[in-house]
């Protein structure tokens, strides 16, 4: 113990040498004032964007009624930023991951104003070249702001600067591994001062002994280093059960100047989109978020309704010649049908084109394989290029589908994958579809062991939780490549 406090004191005399030759002082300055801070800047600019296309435009004379419009912009456009979590300290430090997400809001923005101008005659007040200009210099003016305020805060977070946190974690467990994990991954501007614990030293390090390097010491010793100010934040990462420790180490550290926050169990930590939100006032911990929320849901049905009624309108010379060939290839029915599960784990009749020479629909169904003697000769050539999926056009046009989702297996199948596969229900949460995020990533065709089913699981559930307008014409654009450039299809 006497070498573990020398060794604690090297490192705190270590620190403050480094902080004094550095020349920075810590000005302690909030991290949610920076975002508040950014959010006003977002509305001056708009505002002040409204101001120089006046002047662009020739309308200097009317420029408190261009910067009345260019503030309520604003206010607007900061406010669908923060609903769409765009006005957060790690969105501002990523400028690029936030721009395409930025622009369409704004577009979006610009389009609403433009309507509502329009229907309620507020369009006669001001001259469609100002519109115009405004909208393009509030655009480029949000975007450079924002690179210019991740530089600064790039800046402020390097080199113990003013937003940097020194955090310590109290609890040498799995919890705490966990967490340091993504500290390493997603901590930019955080250091870690060390893992306490206030059980034996060599039990922890028994236990724990990839924490040989990280171990800080016993509790006494982490209280002389917050009341030094050398720790900004406290991470308590015991399991939950046991709550009369973590009630006692709360207790023995209530009194100091540091932020104290409680690490979430293991089973949250392991769910990496696990976010903190609020029920009947109170905090909770949210592991899944409803798919296609709010307006997700809307958009997502014009999506479908719209493009797939255009496509079916483009291919129907094709999916006429198809029908053709299978009747001029093969005895039977020109269209294949069979019930699956869809949303809910609800069930529905797909349409497909026949491409086989036998129809199953029952509790035991053959997945194709490759060189299938049931395959017909035209089959083939249509299973190669996915042109037997055309007729499930029909089934997004009926509601049972979705363009991209997904995809649906037969009833046989679901029942099979969902008794081995972890998480395999999740896949019903949202509509299925006629292309995934799993098949353009190579995903597809037959899936005869259970490993490479679990593999297309997650690419669904990915699909799922990261879903947007623009991640599904990605999908759509990757599926031509695929269709054209086929592979594992047979």
């Given at each position: 113990?006497?070498?573990?406090q020398?060794?604690?004191k090297?490192?705190?005399s270590?620190?403050k040498?480094?902080?004094?030759h550095?020349g920075?002082?810590?000005?302690?300055?909030s991290?949610?004032?920076?975002?508040?801070?950014a959010s006003?800047?977002?509305?001056l600019?708009?505002?002040?964007?409204?101001?120089?296309?006046?002047?662009?435009s020739g309308?200097?004379?009317?420029?408190v009624?261009y910067?009345?419009?260019?503030v309520i912009g604003?206010?607007?456009?900061t406010e669908?930023f923060i609903?769409g979590?765009?006005?957060?300290?790690?969105?501002?430090?990523?400028?690029?991951?936030?721009?395409?997400?930025l622009?369409?809001?704004w577009a979006?923005?610009i389009?609403?104003?433009?309507l509502?101008?329009?229907?309620?005659?507020?369009?006669a007040?001001f001259s469609?070249s100002?519109?115009?200009?405004?909208g393009a210099l509030s655009?480029?003016g949000?975007?450079l702001?924002?690179?210019?305020i991740?530089q600064w805060?790039g800046?402020?977070?390097?080199?113990g600067?003013a937003?940097?946190?020194r955090?310590a974690?109290?609890?040498a467990?799995?919890?705490?591994?966990?967490?340091?994990e993504?500290?390493?991954?997603?901590g930019?501007?955080?250091?870690?001062v060390?893992i306490?614990?206030?059980?034996d030293l060599?039990?922890?390090?028994?236990n724990h002994p990839?924490?040989?390097?990280?171990i800080?010491?016993d509790?006494?010793q982490?209280?002389?280093?917050?009341l030094?100010?050398?720790?900004?934040?406290?991470?308590?990462?015991?399991?939950?059960?046991?709550?009369n420790?973590?009630e006692?180490?709360?207790?023995?550290?209530a009194v100091?100047?540091?932020?104290?926050?409680?690490?979430?169990d293991?089973?949250?930590?392991n769910?990496?989109?696990?976010?903190?939100s609020k029920?009947a006032?109170?905090?909770v911990l949210?592991?899944?978020r409803?798919?296609l929320?709010?307006?997700?849901?809307?958009?997502?049905?014009?999506?479908?309704?719209?493009?797939?009624?255009l496509f079916?309108l483009a291919?129907?010379?094709?999916m006429?010649?198809?029908a053709l060939?299978?009747k001029?290839?093969s005895?039977?029915?020109?269209f294949?049908?069979?019930h699956r599960h869809?949303?809910?784990?609800?069930e529905?009749?797909?349409?497909?084109f026949r491409t086989?020479r036998v129809a199953e629909?029952g509790?035991e169904?053959?997945?194709?394989?490759?060189?299938?003697d049931r395959?017909?000769?035209v089959?083939r050539f249509?299973?190669?290029y996915?042109l037997d999926?055309?007729?499930?056009?029909l089934?997004?046009?009926?509601?049972?589908?979705?363009?991209?989702?997904?995809?649906?297996?037969?009833?046989?199948h679901?029942?099979q994958?969902?008794?081995v596969i972890?998480?395999?229900?999740g896949r019903?949460?949202?509509?299925?579809?006629?292309?995934g995020?799993?098949?353009?990533?190579?995903?597809?065709?037959e899936t005869?062991?259970?490993?490479?089913m679990?593999?297309r699981?997650?690419?669904?559930?990915?699909?799922i939780e990261?879903?947007?307008l623009?991640?599904?014409l990605?999908?759509?654009?990757?599926?031509?490549?695929a269709?054209?450039f086929?592979k594992n299809a047979?």
């Amino acid at each position: 113990m006497a070498e573990q406090q020398l060794h604690m004191k090297g490192k705190q005399s270590e620190a403050k040498t480094a902080r004094a030759h550095s020349g920075l002082t810590r000005a302690g300055l909030s991290r949610d004032f920076c975002v508040d801070l950014a959010s006003l800047l977002n509305i001056l600019v708009i505002a002040l964007a409204a101001l120089v296309a006046a002047y662009i435009s020739g309308e200097q004379g009317y420029l408190v009624r261009y910067l009345s419009i260019g503030v309520i912009g604003g206010l607007a456009a900061t406010e669908i930023f923060i609903q769409g979590g765009y006005q957060t300290f790690d969105r501002l430090l990523s400028p690029w991951r936030a721009l395409r997400g930025l622009v369409w809001r704004w577009a979006w923005i610009i389009i609403a104003m433009a309507l509502v101008a329009f229907l309620t005659d507020i369009s006669a007040i001001f001259s469609v070249s100002w519109f115009v200009e405004w909208g393009a210099l509030s655009l480029i003016g949000i975007l450079l702001s924002r690179f210019a305020i991740a530089q600064w805060l790039g800046h402020a977070l390097e080199n113990g600067g003013a937003l940097s946190r020194r955090v310590a974690i109290v609890g040498a467990t799995n919890i705490a591994e966990k967490f340091t994990e993504r500290m390493s991954e997603h901590g930019k501007g955080l250091t870690l001062v060390g893992i306490f614990d206030d059980r034996d030293l060599q039990a922890r390090q028994k236990n724990h002994p990839a924490f040989d390097d990280k171990i800080g010491g016993d509790l006494a010793q982490l209280i002389q280093l917050a009341l030094s100010g050398d720790v900004d934040d406290i991470v308590i990462c015991l399991p939950w059960s046991a709550d009369n420790r973590i009630e006692s180490v709360f207790h023995r550290l209530a009194v100091l100047p540091a932020n104290i926050v409680v690490c979430p169990d293991m089973l949250w930590l392991n769910k990496s989109h696990g976010q903190v939100s609020k029920l009947a006032g109170v905090p909770v911990l949210k592991i899944h978020r409803r798919p296609l929320e709010g307006w997700g849901g809307v958009l997502k049905a014009l999506e479908d309704r719209v493009l797939s009624f255009l496509f079916l309108l483009a291919l129907m010379p094709v999916m006429g010649l198809v029908a053709l060939a299978i009747k001029l290839d093969s005895r039977g029915p020109v269209f294949f049908r069979q019930h699956r599960h869809g949303f809910g784990h609800e069930e529905f009749k797909i349409y497909k084109f026949r491409t086989m020479r036998v129809a199953e629909d029952g509790d035991e169904i053959r997945q194709a394989t490759k060189d299938d003697d049931r395959v017909t000769r035209v089959g083939r050539f249509l299973r190669k290029y996915s042109l037997d999926e055309l007729p499930q056009l029909l089934n997004v046009l009926r509601g049972d589908m979705s363009l991209v989702g997904p995809r649906p297996h037969a009833i046989a199948h679901n029942a099979q994958y969902a008794r081995v596969i972890a998480d395999y229900a999740g896949r019903h949460k949202v509509k299925p579809g006629i292309t995934g995020w799993a098949q353009v990533n190579g995903l597809r065709g037959e899936t005869s062991e259970t490993v490479m089913m679990a593999t297309r699981v997650r690419f669904d559930l990915n699909y799922i939780e990261h879903w947007s307008l623009w991640f599904d014409l990605r999908i759509i654009m990757m599926t031509v490549w695929a269709v054209l450039f086929p592979k594992n299809a047979y």
